[in-house]
Structures are given as C-alpha cells and as structure tokens.
C-alpha cells in the first residue's frame, strides 16, 4: 500500500504530536498525581535577630519594658502601638548580615549605642543587643554576636509613649 503525499503528512503530524505527548508525560503525570507539600523556602540571605524557635517572654528597649503576662503582652509605660505587635516586631526581625570590612568602615561613625535586654524561654540569661542608629539603617548585633543592617522606621523598634490624656 501506497501512501499518497496528504497521507504522510498525516503520519509525520501525528509522529509529532506523539513525540510531544512522550516527552511531557512525566511532567503531567507528576503535576497531576502530586501531593499538595509546600516547597522549601529559598534562601532569602537575610538572617534573624533571635532564634526562630525560642519565643520571647520580656524585653527591655531603653525607655520601654514589655512582658507577657496571662493576658498577653503589657507595655510599661503604655506605647502607640499594640504590646504584642512590638513584641511580635522584634521576635520576627531580620537583617542583612554585616561582614568585618563593612564594620570596620563603619565603626568611626558609630555613635551612642543603645541596648535591648530580651529573655527568651529556653535561656537563662537575657540576650543583650547592641543597636547603633545611622542614616539609612539600624545596626543590630544579634544572640550570635553578628552584625546586622536593618531598614525599618524608628516607630517600629521604639515607638514613641502614650501621654495619659490620650
């Protein structure tokens, strides 16, 4: 049997779509047969102030001490925002890491530093943080005695005290 021009055209199409179908089968088998896991979170490079796994249970910035209390988290003197919003600022707060060269170009600069006493649950000794104040980032030492470039507003690690008329 003879195949005419139209009947091998016909023969090399379908020839390609099965080419296609084989090589995408085990991706389609996989994507349909998958199970629902989240994948691993990418390295963002950044690194965290505290340990990602140990909850905090006081801190004492400067001019404001907070605690967790049965009813949650209390501020003394009172702040403008939620105890529990700035407890959850600091327990979640990452930076980008700051290496020796970077620190010694910066150490002339660096003026009055401020600390921060935070316990944690599983530690017997709070973790002091040095905090230096510049320009256009905070630099924290975190428990591992790393340095720490942090872009955020002051309000948001030392929010400003509520007057009792407010």
């Known amino acids: ?7 091998w055209n016909n023969v090399i199409i379908i020839g390609v779509v099965c080419f296609i179908a084989v090589i995408r ?14 994948e691993p979170m990418v390295a963002s490079g950044l690194t965290r102030l505290l340990p990602e796994d140990t909850p905090m249970t006081r801190l004492s910035l400067p001019q ?9 988290w209390l501020a003394e003197p009172p702040v403008s925002l939620p105890a529990a919003t700035l407890a959850a600022h600091w327990q979640r707060l990452e930076g980008t890491p700051v290496n020796r060269d970077m620190m010694a170009q910066l150490q ?6 401020r600390t921060a006493e935070i316990w944690l649950a599983s530690h017997e000794e709070p ?7 510049l320009p256009q980032f905070w630099l924290l030492q975190n428990w591992q005695g790393e340095w720490l470039a942090v872009s ?14 407010e």
């Open 1 to 7: 049997m003879r195949l005419s021009r139209r009947g």
């Open 25 to 38: 089968l085990p991706e389609l088998l996989q994507q349909r047969f998958a199970t629902n896991e989240p």
């Open 64 to 72: 404001v001490a907070l605690r967790q209390s049965e009813l949650g």
């Open 108 to 113: 002339p600069t660096l003026q009055a530093p």
């Open 127 to 133: 973790v002091r943080v040095t905090i230096y104040q």
């Open 152 to 165: 955020v507003d002051e309000a948001y690690l030392f929010p400003r005290h509520m007057n009792p008329s």
